[in-house]
């Protein structure tokens, strides 16, 4: 009698213990979704702000360059190329 008590109890705890860690992966999967937006728009204004600092440190640099050089916006994403053009003032282009 004591051998099948013991089992019965054995087998209890092992429900016990699944029981539980199916609760913790319920709990973590429904935390990972509700954070998951947050993280990604997290992540989203990260890029953006980055991508907005390099095309102002672009725009910066073409400006530094001098005379002839000027700034002209590609698209709507904010990028651009910055291009010599010859006023007819007689520079020369940088590196040239």
Do not use: H
Request: with cysteine; hydrophobic share 45%.
């Amino acid at each position: 009698m004591r051998l099948i008590l013991a089992k019965k109890k054995k087998a209890q705890s092992l429900i016990e213990y699944a029981l539980i860690l199916a609760m913790v992966a319920v709990v973590a999967i429904a935390a990972l979704q509700l954070l998951g937006n947050n993280i990604g728009g997290a992540l989203r204004g990260a890029a953006s702000t980055v991508g907005q600092g390099a095309e102002n440190a672009g725009r910066n640099a073409c400006e530094s360059m001098g005379n002839g050089f000027e700034w002209q916006p590609v698209g709507d994403d904010g990028g651009g190329n910055c291009v010599y053009v010859n006023n007819g003032d007689g520079g020369e282009a940088a590196g040239g």
